[in-house]
């Protein structure tokens, strides 16, 4: 079989926020790939670097956030080194976002229907008529309907659910190459979230397009994505495919996410978290980062970080797994 080509390639990408007390390393160092048509997951605790990751991957880094190395690239393009329009014209015609919370990225003031409209206006060409009648036809495929009512409406007037749907219309009616989504399901009851995951995957299939899917939820990336990347503390600490890295993690870090999302009291009654806190970013530790946490530390996790280890489609950054301890 013959491997689909790279959409998507970053490599050695740092981003940090300049602050009081030292800057916050939010990125440190990630390489990460996306094959065309491919579903790749990005999961790990709140604050690991998962969504600072992809909103630079997306060019959309909020100051002071700031790219400081690395390259992102995306078929013929170095994102991190675009200029605004041309990241512009790159977001409105082969990169679509889905974000975390569709409230705050859609205009208040302007009706749903309108929003999308001009992004079809803007980066395909669509005189007024043509594309009213295009968000019609997409609002309707979200599952909003009726299209033409649903599009006169303002984000207010509809659920967290519909907005939602909203955003998915706006990031996939422009036909992208990659669609991005941060955490789309986060805020939303679990039947609308099935609902909202289903749409995504079908918005996929039916463009042909990749999809890099951040979450903290692993039961939603095992249900989607084919590969997965698992992030701590601003760094990859396990890659592979979702079966193999779930159900055989190699890292300790992956196999306490692993058991604590299965949500299954010990013998105790009690169930299982992962202990102590992840390190402070301002000054990261010099060894592995889940070294304070890890239940199965020795002296040269302290002293010494581990690089990623490969074997055929799977890698992990731990010195346990290296066998050198």
């Known amino acids: 079989m013959i491997a689909a080509p790279q959409l998507l390639t970053v490599r050695g990408l740092r981003v940090e926020y300049p602050g009081e007390g030292g800057a916050v390393r939010a990125v440190r160092g990630i390489d990460l790939d996306v094959a065309a048509g491919e579903r790749v997951g990005l999961v790990g605790e709140s604050g690991s670097g998962k969504s600072t990751a992809a909103f630079a991957i997306a060019g959309l880094l909020r100051p002071p956030g700031q790219i400081t190395a690395g390259s992102i690239k995306f078929?013929?393009?170095?994102?991190?080194r675009l200029k605004e329009d041309d990241l512009n014209r790159v977001r409105g015609s082969r990169l679509g976002m889905v974000y975390q919370d569709p409230f705050t990225f859609l205009n208040p003031v302007m009706r749903v229907g309108d929003q999308i409209a001009e992004v079809l206006m803007a980066h395909r060409g669509m005189g007024r008529r043509e594309?009213?009648?295009r968000v019609e036809h997409t609002l309707e495929q979200m599952g909003l309907v009726p299209g033409h009512l649903m599009a006169r409406k303002y984000p207010h007037q509809l659920s967290g659910g519909q907005r939602q749907r909203v955003i998915i219309a706006m990031a996939t009616a422009i036909g992208p190459r990659l669609l991005i989504a941060d955490e789309p399901t986060t805020a939303l009851d679990t039947t609308v979230q099935m609902q909202i995951l289903r749409l995504l995957l079908e918005a996929v299939a039916e463009l042909g397009s990749s999809l890099l899917?951040?979450?903290h939820d692993l039961a939603i990336v095992r249900a989607t994505c084919q590969r997965?990347?698992?992030m701590y503390a601003g760094r990859i600490v396990e890659s592979g495919d979702c079966e193999l890295v779930f159900s055989s993690p190699r890292h300790p870090y992956t196999r306490a996410?692993?058991?604590?999302?299965?949500?299954?009291?010990?013998s105790r009654g009690q169930f299982p978290t992962i202990a102590g806190a992840p390190p402070d970013l301002r000054h990261p530790p010099s060894g592995c980062p889940f070294a304070a946490r890890c239940p199965r530390r020795f002296d040269r996790c302290g002293r010494e970080a581990p690089l990623l280890q490969a074997e055929a489609n799977w890698r992990a950054a731990c010195w346990l797994v290296e066998g050198r301890g």
Do not use: F
């Open 75 to 80: 078929e013929n393009s170095d994102l991190a």
């Open 131 to 133: 594309a009213r009648a």
């Open 213 to 215: 899917l951040i979450s």
């Open 228 to 230: 997965v990347y698992v």
């Open 257 to 266: 996410l692993v058991d604590a999302s299965r949500r299954v009291p010990d």
